[in-house]
């Protein structure tokens, strides 16, 4: 039940996040829009509209899509995703794989040992503090970007 919710919750966020990133693009058409035929706009408001142009570009910084396309690339898809003391949101749009994200360590160790495909989507400064296991985490690299980095875990 935790598992699900989590999954849940994060879906959730991942689609308002969607929808506000599809709204302000209709809002800055509109704007152009309108300062296109006002015949001399005030240079502010093309200033303020193209500051809202920049909002795309800030959302690739704050993107974890590169980690899916190299995954995309390394395997079948997951069985599952564990998520460690991290913001999923980015990976959960672009990848649509159910996360294990915010349940109790139980649960965390539970997914970690699950049969399947596992993966770790972290911190380098994080990874010391994952649940312990019995026989302990060998886990893959399989890419990293300047603000998380996947994990495999290998087979034991």
Known sequence: EGFT?????????????????QVLAAAQSAAYAVLAFAGS??????YAVALVGFAPAVGRLT?????????AGDGPPPDAV?????????????SGWPVVYKVTEEEYR??????????VLT???????????????????????????LYERQPR
Do not use: C
């Open 5 to 21: 919710n989590s999954v849940m919750r994060a879906a959730a966020h991942a689609g308002k996040l969607l929808l506000v990133t």
């Open 41 to 46: 706009p005030p240079l502010g408001a093309i």
């Open 63 to 71: 993107s974890d899509r590169d980690l899916v396309a190299a995954m």
């Open 82 to 94: 564990v998520v460690h003391r991290v913001r999923p949101f980015s990976f959960l749009f672009y």
């Open 110 to 119: 539970a997914a970690l040992t699950r049969p399947g495909r596992v993966l």
């Open 123 to 149: 911190k380098d400064s994080r990874l010391d503090s994952l649940p312990a296991t019995d026989p302990p985490l060998q886990l893959r690299e399989i890419a990293r970007n300047h603000r998380h980095v």
